[in-house]
């Protein structure tokens, strides 16, 4: 008879309690020695190694995405402006002025032409900045307005994350 296995029985099973857990090898049912149940430096390695080999696969591609992400918040927030100057539009029947600028859509202008039904909110909270931290620029003609950033670089042209950001609207 094995040494490790008892002979079987009708005595009852000790309680769950009282016996500790000793790990058991599934195909020899013979108990795990502490020391088998860790892993091995190979293993270890092997683990280490495919982790190396995403993190090279992977960062190339993350590293590139904060100039991405600054464009993608600058022309959100040029859609969020062009809401807010349609809105002031509905309200009052034209744009502000170039001479009043986006500083219409928080204060109520006070230069003239006077807006009738200005919203006593405002129609933005505050005026936001580009994410390179420059102001957005706003001219009006007639019934038409445009809003620009200059990008990265802040001055006109540009390629990439340089190139000027332009939303016109009527």
Request: no cysteine; proline share 9%.
């Amino acid at each position: 008879m094995h040494p490790t296995r008892k002979p079987y029985s009708h005595a009852p099973a000790e309680s769950a309690a009282s016996a500790a857990f000793v790990p058991v090898h599934p195909v020899s049912m013979r108990p795990i020695a502490m020391r088998e149940a860790g892993l091995t430096l190979i293993e270890i390695l092997v683990v280490l190694a495919i982790i190396a080999v995403m993190a090279y696969l992977i960062v190339p591609n993350v590293i590139g995405r904060p100039d991405q992400a600054r464009v993608t918040v600058a022309q959100t927030d040029l859609r969020t402006i062009s809401a807010a100057l349609k809105m002031y539009r509905l309200d009052n029947g034209d744009y502000p002025t170039t001479g009043q600028g986006l500083a219409a859509l928080v204060e109520r202008p006070t230069s003239g032409p006077t807006p009738v039904n200005w919203s006593p909110s405002g129609y933005l909270g505050q005026l936001p900045k580009d994410p390179w931290g420059a102001d957005y620029a706003y001219t009006s003609e007639a019934s038409r307005f445009a809003l620009m950033t200059l990008g990265k670089d802040g001055s006109v042209g540009g390629e990439g994350v340089d190139a000027d950001i332009a939303l016109a609207g009527r």
